[in-house]
């Protein structure tokens, strides 16, 4: 097992990692912005490293000064949580250039599978189901006309690499392709350092779907159950659930199964997600796969009582896992809000600014992962989530009524946030009933979508 271990990341993901180290025994180095000296993870870290300006091109982006804080501090491997470098081939090989242990896939698979277009090709030759698209990747908008049109209308524009709804846009037509592809592109750019594009056939209000997988060294796959992650805004998830209430265990055990088969299929190792789109007929089509954790882990490790964070780090340290596909129970159910700095009755403008007070909820079943508090000044250089409230019940209308009672009870001053939209969310008739797809905001809240 690591001695020490380099956190690549900010906010709640970074605070999440440390905690798991610490309980493990295992020392932590945080990494930060010039901007982030004060935030939380910087403080609970055994040591921490200030690796530039706050921009994150010249900080959470930048590979060599996370390398050399690495080799300063004499960490043995590196955990990049999510988004920034945790998805980058390149990160991933420097690393193992260094003598460093990427916490997470080799950087072949990582190749593989974080570049959509190729994971596209890989999961056709596994046999697993592929909404149809480009197998090439796509850099211009003469290029992206002609693979449009050849595919047919309405088009996803996606990015190659990268994730969290990030350089996507829905062209409804050859008329609106140049203007989509360029803003997905310059947003691609600007997050991942990367412009390279995929086109795919858009399916209209599908259920997203994707399943949990773990993967030791030794050839071990198995599967955590799936999560329902259909309600999303401009491609951003915004509340998601373990296990999904709508689908058959017919259907259930075939995701779970698919997904074990194209994790194999790639020789993957340590944690990933199998993303994919389930359409009304009940057919499903594998989107892209995650090469990393997510933010919505949490609600997985809820209803299976597996900590995914923990398990990746013993994975990495070539532990074999403790557990087979018999051995894994799903029980209850969990729900997962994220809570943005965003004004929703604004369009849901990021509002940075410094939280003057705040007061999270407890009790049975509410978890919060965050890195605010009272205090804390929100900087506009990132992500506006500030927290993710987890709610668990023993079965959906029990975790539907904590959620709710704990989104009343969250109070956040100094700043606008989202409490109260994903209250109205969860509070709706539509959500009540599960009936929940890609669409859903945009049929059941309209008028936040008009700002």
Known sequence: MFDKVLVANRGEIAVRVIRALREMGIASVAVYSEADRQSLHVMLADEAVCIGPAPSQDSYLNMEAIISAAVVTKAQAIHPGYGFLSENEKFAQLCETCGIKFIGPSASVISRMGNKSEARNTMQKAGVPVVPGTKEPIYSVKEGKRAAKKIGYPVMIKAALGGGGKGMRVAESEAGFEEMFLSAQLETRKAFGDDTMYIERY??????????????????VIHLGERDCSIQRRHQKVIEESPCAQITEALRNKLGRTAVKAAKAVGYENAGTIEFLLDGSGKFYFMEM???????????????GIDIIKEQIRIAAGEKLSFSQRDIKISGHAIECRINAEDPERGFMPCPGTIENIHFPGGNGIRLDT???????????????????????K??????????SALGETLIEGISTNIDFDYELVNSPAFMKGNTDTGFIQKHFPKYLRK
């Open 203 to 220: 399916v209209k209000d599908p259920k997203h779907i994707e399943v949990q997988i773990l993967a030791d060294s030794f050839g071990n």
């Open 290 to 304: 995650n090469t990393r954790v997510q933010v919505e882990h949490p609600v997985t490790e809820m209803v299976s």
């Open 395 to 404: 079965d959906r209308e029990e975790a539907v009524r904590k959620m709710r």
């Open 371 to 393: 890195h605010v508090y009272q205090g804390y000044k929100l900087s506009p250089n990132y992500d506006s989530m500030i927290a993710k409230l987890i709610a668990y019940g």
